[in-house]
């Protein structure tokens, strides 16, 4: 691909001769790639689509690193609106390949940046420490369900992956793709969300509800205005978490004031509508470090932020059922003991935990979460704690050596946000977004999925400042 794109791009450049060369050479990878699409319809359309945009978003990244980290960000917010109207069409098919296609976007395009970066020694060993902790659960999955432990396998390396695209960008704070993203991108996504709770759901979602309501009973029918909206997502709380970042991002906006406001307060009102708490939780306390790391400089702006949005779910709970809602939903949050769902985090953790501690090499890959269900029955199916979910599929080990690696990256990030250099407030903000995920995953399993990948895509930025500043001259 690196080769058709060189030649795309330099065809012009070059002699009669050679013009022809390429143009025979990139008609034969066309003609070859056509078939491989027309081969994979007769499997099926999804097949045939997941190639298609893997192979677009390798394309966009040779032409444009930055435009092909874009594009693979987009691709992880559409991927699953796309399978839903996909499945409305042909109905629902079996191991869709459109769910695996952005773990293999972003490890493709990774692998390529790998290919031409030379990793300084600390930066490569804190990566070997996170591949090899996720690494030790891999021989016991693969005995027990080995399409389960490879699909985790790659889920999980394709998020660490993420890191190499963060160290590749290193950027400045108006060139950071992800910011661009969830800056641009999150508040139409917000929008949808909004539709979904007040306006008819579309077919497509309908019948993804409809055919998922035994796995996800608490998101909600399609029925009644009662939906914890997911937008184009394919969950409530991969939304809140998306959510919750972008808002963290609008903290470096400082232009065009009334139309960062307008972003915001779409965002917000999506949020509260996932009724999601632990995504409020964690934006709480990456506030407070945003805060601390910026020896308070932030504290108006974020404070002010807190009080607005309070003050208008208090406002306007008593005339909008939706606020009420919000509302009562947050009062839960003194009452724990008698909340259905915190009683059952607390029994799950309680029960599985030494599960988890007493066996030293973990219960395998695949053993829990979403890969779970390609090899039967899990106790971990729905896992409500990212720490726990790791420590049960690699071990005391395993666990250890991921957590210290993420540990590392903390304490850089830390570093980087506390310095007083041009680039601070995009270090201010990875630390603050950094500080989100680790303290979500209290509550999910944050290192599976979009939130993976952004979790690592992150740590690779902040070790790349690290490194920079670290060097001589």
């Known amino acids: 691909m690196a080769e058709l794109i060189w030649r795309l791009r330099s065809a012009t450049h070059r002699g009669p001769g050679a013009r022809f060369a390429d143009a025979w050479w990139i008609l034969t990878v066309g003609v070859a790639a056509a078939l491989v699409v027309g081969w994979l319809l007769t499997v099926s ?37 796309l399978r839903r109207v996909f499945a409305l069409m042909t109905g629902t098919i079996e191991n869709d390949p459109l769910s695996l296609a952005p773990f293999l976007a972003t490890g493709a395009i990774a692998v390529l940046e790998l290919a031409r970066m030379h990793l300084p020694h600390r930066i490569r060993l804190i990566l070997l420490m996170a591949g090899a902790g996720v690494a030790v659960g891999l021989p016991l999955g693969f005995a027990a369900g080995p399409r389960a432990a490879v699909y985790a396998f790659v889920a999980y390396v394709a998020g660490l992956s993420g890191a190499a695209l963060g160290l590749a960008e290193r950027p400045l704070l108006r060139d950071s793709m992800l910011r661009r993203v969830l800056v641009f991108g999150m508040p139409a ?126 406002a306007l709970s008593p005339v909008s059922a939706a606020a009420r809602d919000v509302v009562n939903r947050f009062e839960t949050i003194t009452q724990l003991e008698t909340d259905r769902s915190a009683n059952d985090r607390s029994t799950s953790f309680s029960t599985l935990f030494p599960q988890a ?25 729905f896992p409500d704690n ?18 210290a690696a993420l540990g590392l990256i903390l304490v850089a990030a ?32 944050v290192f599976y999925g979009s939130l993976g990948v952004i979790l690592w895509f992150i740590g690779g930025q902040v070790l790349a400042y690290d490194w920079r500043r670290a060097r001589p001259g």
């Open 357 to 381: 501690l007493a066996a030293p090499a973990g219960h395998g890959l695949g053993s829990a979460g979403e890969p779970s269900k390609l090899s039967g029955e899990s106790s971990l199916r």
């Open 386 to 403: 990212g720490y726990l979910s790791l420590l049960y599929q690699v071990g005391p080990g395993g666990f250890l050596l991921v957590v």
């Open 45 to 81: 359309i999804q097949a045939a689509c997941a190639f298609v945009l893997v192979l677009a978003i390798v394309a966009f990244h040779q032409y444009d690193r930055r435009l092909g980290i874009g594009a693979m960000f987009a691709f992880w917010l559409l991927a699953p609106l």
């Open 189 to 314: 996504i917000a929008a949808y969300a909004i539709a979904q709770r007040y306006a008819p759901l579309p077919a497509w979602d309908e019948a993804w509800l409809n055919a998922v309501a035994t796995d996800f009973n608490s998101i909600g029918s399609g029925r009644d205005d009662k939906v914890r909206v997911f937008a184009s997502l394919n969950s409530p709380g991969t939304l809140a978490g998306l959510l919750a970042l972008a808002l963290l991002c609008y903290l470096t906006v400082t232009r065009h004031h009334l139309l960062a406001l307008a972003g915001a307060g779409t965002l917000t009102v999506a949020l509260s509508l996932t009724f999601v708490r632990s995504a409020w939780y964690a934006l709480i306390v990456a506030g407070l470090a945003h805060v601390v790391a910026s020896r308070g400089r932030s504290a108006r702006l974020i404070f002010g932020a807190a009080a607005a949005t309070v003050a208008a779910a208090l």
């Open 414 to 445: 830390w570093k980087g946000a506390r310095t007083r250099e041009p680039e601070q407030e995009l270090r201010l903000l990875l630390f603050a977004m950094l500080v989100f995920l680790i303290t979500l995953l209290a509550f999910g399993d």
